[in-house]
Each structure stands twice: as C-alpha cells, then as structure tokens.
C-alpha cells in the first residue's frame, strides 16, 4: 500500500476516535450538562446526521478542489470545533460542535476514499478501503478506550482536547505526502455522475450498508450502560471492552480487505448470518461478563467485516461516479450510524432497559436480506414492465 494512505489512515483515526469516543463518556457527560443518558446519546447521532448531509454535499462541492487543500481545510476546521467542545458549558452548543465536525469529517472521508482507490490498482479496491477504514478501527482499539480513561480521570472535556492534539500530526501528515493535484484531470460531468449512482445494485448496497452500521452503533452507542448496569462489570471496564470491540473491527477490516475485492459473497452472506445471530446471543446472554466479553469481540469483527465490504462494493458498483462515489458511501453509512442510536435511546426511554438496544440491532440486520431481494425484486419488475404501442 503507498505510503500516503497510510498516512490517510492517521487522521482517519483522529476522526474515528471523536466519532466513536462517545460511547464511553455518554454518562459522565449527561451528568456534567444536565441531561439524559438518551439525550447524551443523541450527540452521536448529531454526527452522524452530519456526515450523511454533508458527505455528498462537501464531495459536490470538492469535485474541483485540489485534493490535499481540501483535506487540509477539513482537517482545519474538525481540529477547532474540538477546542470549541471542549470549552463549552452548553449542550445546544456540543450538539453543533458535532454536526459541524461531521461535516468536516464527512467531506474529509468522501474525498480521502476516492483518493485511496485512486492510489491502487483497479483490482485493489478492497485493500485500499480496508486500509483507510484500518483508521477507524484502531481508533476502536486505542482512540476510544484512551478517551474514556481520559474521561475518567479528568472528565469528558479531557477526550476533547486528545482528538484536537491529535489533529496536528494528521495535519503535518497529510500537508507533506498527499499529493497536491485533483487526480485524474477535470471530473466527469455532475449529472452524468448522479446518474450513475441511480444503479439498482448500487442502491441496494448502499441501503444494506445503512441498517448494518444502523445495527453496529445501536448497540456500540449504549455498549458502557450495558456493561455496567446489565452484565455487572464495574466503571474501570469500559475501556476494556470498547478496546475489546475494536480489536474485532480490526481483526474484521483486516480479513475483509483480503476477501473483499475476489470473494465478497461469503463475506457478504455468511457474515451477515453470523452477525444477526450474534446479537441475538448477546442480547440474551448480557447478564453474564464472560459470553458479552466474547461477543463483543466478534461482533465487533463481524460488524466492520462486512460494513468495510459493503463499502467495497458500492466503490466497484459507483465507478461512473469517481468523485461523489466516497461522498455517497459515507452518506449511506451514516444513515445507519444516525438512526442507530436514535432507535437505541428510544427503547431505553420507553424502559424496555440496556439490552433493548441489541434486540434492535439484531432486528436491523434480520431486516437487511429481505429488504434487499424485496427492493431487487421490484425493480427488475419495474424493468421488466413494458409500456404497451399504440395501434
């Protein structure tokens, strides 16, 4: 792999870990800002609904841009609404912290995608997302437990500054090996490009992908209340188990990236079985620490296995759409990653407890293969209908 995407790796981790480091501070910051643990929960849906509107909005708007400017200028302004969060006393005020620092991280992942398949072979696709996700599930292993041990011993504000500082090395990083240049010469028309994204397949996958990320954050959002109120194990746990779970996303990123490009359909279909079972299992089995330690490594591993070749597939399926392909990927993505936690806090809310969230996890994903052959179906129907001549 070249180094520069290596290199997109690092601040993909800074991202990552903002993304996801919520999960473990979700209580200490409701108690601090007076307000719910679902309402708390509700920031990392904040992002998320960020990236999804601003990922194919800022890669529209990048089309032209000159690639390493654009990814220093989002890299710029993540890094300062982190200091802006981390002085706040406002919720209102964090909440759009978030939404702004997804948008400068949606339009950073749009473009660094595109930037990545473009550094590789064609035949590469899946090593080269593997690699750049490979940022996002380390921030899993180390980002996000480093964040709540932060948290808990300096407070949540503490996280905050680590992923500012954290932002300067990604900025250095991407300033000096990133090349200048938009790829490729001028981009192909926009709605010649909008057009190729109406693909059927394309569609389908992409929608797969939103109730599988949709199942990952339900679960992963409301994982620290879990642990502690309905499996028993104590506060100085959560690191623990967060890194345990990012070390599956990265054992499954990792074997992924090496099956996505040649076998995606084992991946795909017997990934996407084990990992529907799986939460079934840790929804049953919360109440005992040893099988929720387990299978918050698998599904981890499970979760980002097949998201990660989801998102392979529908960078093969976009090819018509060089420059929003990453922008409506991550998009997709998102969706899931905004309605996950919403569906979470909501059951928690109408005091169905802690495990509720993993139930609508593994309905999500029972969901996924019969809204796919439902959608699949429709349209060849749809295509297979002709309109009659007249006489």
Avoid at 187 to 199: I, K, Q, V, Y
């Amino acid at each position: 792999m070249p180094f520069a995407l290596l290199l997109l790796g690092l601040a993909v981790f800074a991202q990552g870990t903002s993304e996801f480091m919520l999960s473990g501070l979700v209580p200490d910051i409701a108690r601090d800002l007076g307000v719910s643990v679902p309402a708390a929960g509700a920031l990392t849906s904040a992002f998320a609904a960020g990236m999804v509107v601003g990922a194919p909005l800022v890669a529209g708007l990048a089309r032209r841009w000159p690639r390493r400017g654009a990814l220093l200028a989002f890299l710029v302004v993540f890094l300062a609404v982190h200091v802006v969060g981390a002085l706040t006393g406002s919720f209102a005020v964090l909440l759009a912290t978030r939404v702004v620092g997804a948008f400068a991280n949606a339009g950073f992942l749009a473009v660094a995608l595109v930037a990545a398949v473009d550094m590789v072979p064609g035949d590469a696709k899946g090593r080269a997302t593997s690699t750049l996700l490979g940022g996002v599930t380390l921030a899993c292993v180390a980002g996000v437990p480093a964040g709540a041990v932060l948290g808990e011993l300096w407070g949540w504000r503490a996280a905050f500054w680590a992923v500012a500082l954290l932002s300067v090395p990604a900025l250095v990083a991407v300033a000096s090996s990133v090349p200048g240049g938009a790829a490729g010469g001028p981009p192909p028309a926009l709605r010649g490009e909008l057009r190729s994204l109406r693909d059927p397949r394309l569609l389908v996958t992409l929608l797969l992908g939103a109730l599988v990320n949709g199942a990952t954050f339900c679960t992963f959002t409301y994982l620290a209340p879990l642990v502690t109120e309905v499996s028993g194990l104590g506060d100085a746990w959560i690191p623990g188990v967060l890194a345990l779970f990012g070390a599956g996303a990265f054992a499954g990123v990792t074997v992924a990236g090496r099956l996505a490009d040649r076998r995606p359909g084992p991946v795909l279909s017997g990934g996407g079985l084990a990992l529907g079972v799986g939460w079934c299992a840790l929804a049953l089995g919360a109440g005992q620490p040893v099988p929720v330690l387990a299978l918050v490594f698998a599904q981890g591993a499970l979760s980002f296995g097949v998201g990660s070749t989801l998102i392979t597939r529908a960078l093969y399926a976009a090819q018509g759409a060089p420059t929003l392909a990453g922008g409506f990927a991550t998009a997709a993505f998102n969706v899931g990653a905004a309605v996950g936690p919403w569906a979470g806090g909501a059951v928690i809310d109408a005091g169905f407890g802690y495990r509720a969230p993993v139930w609508v996890s593994a309905g999500l994903v029972a969901m996924a293969p019969a809204v796919a052959a439902t959608t699949l179906r429709r349209r060849e129907r749809a295509a297979g209908t002709k309109t009659p001549l007249r006489r």
